[in-house]
C-alpha cells in the first residue's frame, strides 16, 4: 500500500513511518520539519541526539534495506503543492501526524495559540480539501487525542466517539402534537477541550464528520492517550533511527519526563495534589494502532470510524510514587500552570483495538527502568532549566516549579 505519513519526522510521526515501511508499505513522510524549528525557538533539543532526515533515510536503506520517500512540504500553506503531489504519486491512505501536538506550548501565549489554531486547522482543512479535488478514494487516518472529551466520565466510560442518547418528543414527524415518546439516536459524544491544542482537535472532529457526510471520505480518527516510552522495534535498529526524547515543560509528557527527572536527580515535578487522571499508551502499541487501523479502513458513506487509542489509566501522583520507589527519586508537589480540576475520574472503553488484535503494553517496571537508563544515558545533554512547566493557561496560574529551583 502507498502510504503518505504526515509529520513523519516527529515523535509519533517518526516510529510510524518505520513501523509502516517495515511491514511492506510504500512510503512518503511529507514535513516541514517544523518541529525542529520549534526546538530552536524554546531553546531546548531532545534529549536524545536526533539526526537528521538524510542521515535517517541512510540508516533506514542500511538495516531494512527500503527506501523512505521524503517531500519538504508544508500541508497548512502549500494547498496547490500537496494537491498535485497526491495527484502524482495516487496514494492509498494517508496519516496526518502534521499538527502541533503540545498542549503546554499551545498556551505559551498569542503567538503560540495563534500557531497551533492556523497550523493544526488549515493543515486537515487542506488534506480533505485535497483528497476530495484529487477524485481519489484516500483512507484517511488522523492522530486526534482523548483530550477532545476533557477528563471527566459523567458517571460512564467515555464511549468510542458516539453516544447513545434518548430524547423525549412531543411531535411526530410532520410536527403534530402526539403523546410524548422516547426518540434514540447517536451524537459524537461532547466535547471539552482543555487547552488550545485540544480545541483544534475538536475542530478536525468536525470537518471529519462533515467531510464523511457530504464528500463520503473514509476517514479513521484516533483519540490517543498520553505516549509513554521512547523505543519501537525499528528505532532501536541503529542509534541514527532513535525517536525523540522530550522532556522540557512544553512537549515532555509526564511520564518520560519523570524518569528523565529521576535519572538527572531532579525532583519528580507533581502538578497540585496530582489528583489528575490521564488515559496512557506505550509508543510500541500506538504504531500497532496505527496498523490496525490501516487494514480496517471505513466503507465510502460510513461516518467517521473513531477508535479511543488508550491502553491504561493512571492517577499522575501514583505514577510518581512508582518512580520514586524504583529509582529513588524525591516528589515535590508544584503548582499547577493548567487551568483544571486537580481530582477527576476517567474511565474509557477501548474495545474496537482489543477486538482487532491489539496485546496492550502495560506499566511494568523493566520497561520504566529501561526509559529510564536512555535518560542516564544522555543525561548531560539535559538543561535542567528547561524542565519545569513554566507556559500558564490564565494569569491565576503558576509555574511548576520546586522550592528553591527557580
Known amino acids: 500500500m502507498k502510504i503518505f505519513v504526515l509529520g ?34 524554546l531553546g531546548v533539543q531532545s534529549l536524545t541526539p536526533i539526526r537528521s532526515m538524510v542521515e535517517r533515510k541512510k540508516a533506514w536503506k542500511e538495516v531494512s534495506g527500503k527506501d523512505l520517500n521524503v517531500v519538504t512540504l508544508n500541508v497548512a500553506k502549500e494547498y496547490d503543492r500537496f ?30 495559540k495563534r500557531y497551533t489554531v492556523d497550523n493544526n486547522t488549515n493543515a486537515t482543512s487542506n488534506t480533505l480539501c485535497a483528497i476530495v479535488e484529487s477524485g481519489l478514494d484516500i483512507h484517511l487516518v488522523h492522530l486526534g487525542t482523548m483530550g477532545v472529551y476533557g477528563y471527566g466520565t459523567a ?62 471520505l473514509r476517514i479513521t480518527d484516533l483519540h490517543q492517550g498520553i505516549i509513554w516510552g521512547t523505543h519501537t522495534e525499528e528505532t532501536q535498529l541503529d542509534d541514527r533511527l532513535i525517536n525523540r526524547f522530550d522532556y522540557d515543560g512544553d512537549y515532555g509528557t509526564v511520564l518520560n519526563r519523570f524518569l ?38 471505513p466503507q465510502r458513506g460510513d461516518r467517521v470510524k473513531i477508535f479511543n487509542q488508550m491502553t491504561e489509566t493512571h492517577r499522575v501522583r501514583d505514577l510518581a510514587a512508582l518512580v520514586s520507589k524504583l529509582t529513588g527519586a524525591k516528589i515535590a508537589n508544584v503548582p499547577d500552570p493548567r487551568n483544571e480540576a486537580q481530582e477527576n475520574e476517567l474511565h474509557v472503553k477501548n474495545d474496537n483495538f482489543l477486538a482487532l488484535g491489539l496485546n496492550p503494553t502495560t506499566l511494568s517496571e523493566g520497561l520504566l527502568m529501561e526509559i529510564n537508563e536512555i535518560a542516564m544515558k544522555y543525561k548531560d545533554r539535559a538543561d535542567l532549566s528547561k524542565i519545569p512547566a513554566r507556559s500558564l493557561w490564565t494569569k491565576n496560574q503558576k509555574a511548576g516549579v520546586p522550592d528553591n529551583l527557580d
Open 83 to 112: 494537491l498535485k503531489l497526491l495527484i502524482d504519486e495516487r496514494p492509498d491512505a494517508i496519516i496526518h501526524f502534521a499538527e502541533q501536538r503540545a498542549a503546554p506550548y499551545s498556551m505559551k501565549g498569542s503567538k503560540q
Open 8 to 41: 513523519g519526522d516527529g515523535f509519533c510521526g517518526w516510529p510510524a513511518a518505520l513501523h509502516l515501511s517495515a511491514i511492506g508499505h510504500d512510503i512518503t513522510i511529507v514535513d516541514n520539519f517544523s518541529r525542529r524549528v520549534i526546538d530552536e525557538e
Open 155 to 216: 458517571g460512564m466510560k467515555i464511549p468510542e466517539g458516539y453516544l447513545d442518547i434518548q430524547v423525549m418528543s412531543d411531535e411526530d414527524e410532520h410536527g403534530n402534537q402526539v403523546e410524548p415518546h422516547p426518540i434514540e439516536t447517536q451524537i459524537l459524544y461532547p466535547t471539552n477541550p482543555g487547552s488550545i491544542y485540544h480545541m483544534t482537535k475538536v475542530l478536525d472532529q468536525t470537518l471529519f464528520a462533515y467531510y464523511a457526510k457530504n464528500d463520503s
Open 260 to 297: 528523565m527527572q529521576a535519572a538527572v536527580g531532579y525532583p519528580l515535578t507533581v502538578h497540585g495534589t496530582g489528583g489528575q487522571t490521564r488515559a496512557f499508551i506505550h509508543l510500541q502499541d500506538s504504531v500497532r494502532c496505527i496498523e490496525l487501523a490501516i487494514n480496517n479502513p
